[in-house]
DNA sequence: CATAGAACATGATAAAAATCATGTTTTACT
DNA sequence: AGTAAAACATGATTTTTATCATGTTCTATG
């Protein structure tokens, strides 16, 4: 079997339960979700949701990393969004009425919660609070999304990885050290994060790594100039 | 002045009034944005908003066609969306509450109407169709940057320049003659919607040129052999 | 309608990135 | 622990694309 249902978590005593977009809300509105939701595990590699099938609810993530990502036409993945503890998942079909256009898949176990199309759209009707948020993060989204656009259509492939690097520390951080990158992707991963051959992606690594602008151990990527890596990545914003 | 007030269109009469997102609302709705609409007429190459820019309310396309597009960091023009006749315009920043993440410029003379940020998000409050309508049109168009964006990282140049083509035809549609597209483009504009030197643009339509793919004379733009433009971009939906 | 500036075109060259090829190291699994 | 498969690494080569250079054709404006 793809996945396993658990003993549900408490949205009450979500570590999240004021960050999160859907237990943010009012108490009386995060108990429906709470008591409606399945709980389910996930190990590493494992899909969530898979492009192309109809959305029948919306995901919480209570613990883990996932990655959302497509199929282009010739069958290379793209990583379009990583996802993290406490985000929500699988929206953009459920309100666009449409399929999912992209894959969910676990970068590491996780476990995540579903809630149902209907409670979710019944409250979202009634919930001016949460429809405001949801297009708060539906805009920001898009606003992440045409940047990546922008920087895919104008930066160098160099450029671009140092920022990929950047991109998956600023959404799951730093191990205790400060300094260990606290996700484990494979070369190929950052491949198609960046849009890149793996070749290419592996040798700008290297490179970096010889000039000490980060530390390679394995999958283990440890920022070890932080200054020089955002040069590399050359932004400004 | 970089813009002109004109006589306020009606939108009980608008040719769009039930396509439109804004005035395809009910009809009391549709009255109070018609009443404190103002409406301003822009010439070819003037900003209807400029990135950066924090917005005062939303605007809606009366007639004319309007590129959004973004300043990559070293200052090239990226082109994320194309806007037409009925498009609702500058949602984006307003709902995530920010400032403008991109610049909408008329690429020919347009009129806008404009509604200011109080009454919206006042009519947003009460009227749940409007916002679920608000949060499918931010999915779609999330949907389709990411699409964009799994391009940009996997086809090259020559398919993208391709897709550019058709990505306008399906905007503006053709002429009177059903074969030349609708809208006058430079190939810089091309170059800057692809995501390459505009160079390369050139050469490219060129040689589609001369395969009698397409007809180049002037901006002017014919699709001679549309299915073999559709094989040349390499699209399977 | 002359003309300057912009847009378009095209060749030559350089740079960037993909692909191919091959070897080494990790990792997962019996 | 031993082994097969996957992931990582790196060199050589080719392909793609950008850049540079230069000339031509539009097009807006006095």
């Known amino acids: 079997m793809a996945f396993e249902h658990v003993k549900n978590a408490d949205c009450a005593h979500c570590a999240k339960r004021f960050t999160n977009v859907f ?4 108490y009386d509105v995060m108990q429906e979700f709470n008591t409606e939701k399945v709980c389910s595990s996930y190990k590493k590699g494992e899909y969530i949701f898979k492009e192309g099938i109809r959305p029948h609810g919306v995901y919480c993530v209570n613990y883990g990393k996932i990655k959302l990502s497509k199929m282009g036409d010739d069958g290379k993945e793209q990583i379009i969004r990583l996802v993290k503890t406490g985000d ?3 929206y953009r079909a459920l309100l666009s009425g449409d399929s999912y256009s992209s894959s969910a898949i676990a970068i590491e176990d996780c476990g995540v919660c579903f809630i149902p199309k209907e409670l979710f759209m019944g409250i979202l009707q009634r919930d001016t609070t949460l429809s405001l948020e949801m297009m708060k993060l539906l805009s920001d989204d898009l606003k992440k999304a045409e940047l990546q656009i922008t920087h895919l259509a104008q ?3 160099r450029e671009r990885v140092a920022e990929a690097l950047l991109f998956i520390k600023e959404t799951y951080g730093f191990e205790e050290d400060g ?3 606290a996700a484990a992707f494979s070369r190929e991963d950052i491949a198609n994060i960046v849009g890149t051959a793996t070749e290419t992606a592996i040798r700008l690594l290297s490179e970096m790594n010889k000039d000490q602008i980060i530390q390679l151990s394995g999958k283990k990527i440890l920022i070890t100039d ?3 890596l955002i040069k590399t990545a ?3 914003d």
């Open 23 to 26: 237990c943010n809300a009012e």
């Open 88 to 90: 929500p998942l699988g």
């Open 155 to 157: 930066k160098p492939v």
């Open 179 to 181: 300094k260990t990158i």
């Open 226 to 228: 932080l200054p020089k």
């Open 234 to 236: 050359n932004i400004y």
